[in-house]
């Protein structure tokens, strides 16, 4: 069955270290996303890619940084930079003809990433 | 991107049809309803999606009203396991547009 995995399910991080978040799928999808979700809240926008080699900010990038050098492949990095990380972390990805009924993003299981 | 306004929580009974309201005042004519659904520590889940037609599938029906201003997910027949929130989300028709979540409805059922 096809789907989005992402990897580990909890992460521990030590203060000053940087982290990379796997997300993989292989639903054909050409856009990929970042999510960040803290307790009680929605999910804010962090990074997005409509296709290979090129991406985006979304509204909370300071501290994090993509890529995507493959279809399938959209890891994020936590940085330094990023002051308050502790949060859970979801990978979606979607089809470019969204619009058609019944398509919408599918999202992975997320990571938990704990600053320790 | 538009704006939406969901109640913070509601409560239904196992096996009744359960009723979600979002308003939309500012939508545009490009802009789509979004629904989706977000289990306790799990990824959103999508629902349904829809543009100016009533929508239904499997899962859910979305009807909109006539000015587009509201919407409103209808559950047919809760079970315990649609216990979730629940996410009203206006996308820009653009290819551009992403999804830009709020705190949606904690959605409760009672057996």
């Known amino acids: 069955d096809g789907g989005i995995t992402q990897s580990p399910k909890y992460l521990f991080r030590k203060e000053g270290q940087n982290v990379t978040l796997s997300c993989e799928q292989n639903?054909?999808?050409?856009?990929m996303y970042w999510y960040r979700q803290d307790p009680g809240q929605g999910l804010r926008l962090i990074y997005y890619s409509q296709i290979v080699n090129d991406f985006q900010k979304g509204d909370i990038a300071e501290g994090y940084s993509v890529s995507r050098e493959k279809k399938e492949s959209f890891p994020l990095t936590v940085t330094s930079a990023q002051k308050n990380p502790t949060a859970f972390y979801l990978c979606?990805?979607?089809?470019?003809?969204?619009?058609?009924?019944?398509?919408?993003?599918?999202f992975g299981s997320g990571t938990r990433l704990t600053v320790v | 991107d538009a704006k939406t306004t969901q109640p913070n929580s509601m409560e239904s009974n196992e096996e009744e049809p359960v009723h979600l309201p979002c308003n939309h005042s500012t939508i545009s004519g490009t802009d789509y309803i979004h629904w989706y659904r977000q289990l306790p520590s799990q990824g959103p889940e999508y629902v349904i999606h829809g543009l100016t037609s009533n929508v239904n599938n499997r899962m859910a029906s979305l009807a909109i009203a006539e000015d587009r201003k509201s919407s409103t997910l209808i559950l047919h027949r809760a079970t315990l396991r649609d216990a979730a929130v629940y996410y009203c989300?206006?996308?820009?028709?653009?290819?551009?547009?992403?999804?830009?979540f709020g705190k949606g409805t904690k959605l409760s059922v009672k057996p």
């Open positions: 989300i206006i996308r820009w028709g653009g290819s551009q547009g992403n999804l830009i």
């Open positions: 639903l054909n999808h050409d856009a």
């Open positions: 979606a990805s979607s089809r470019r003809d969204w619009k058609l009924a019944n398509y919408g993003y599918t």
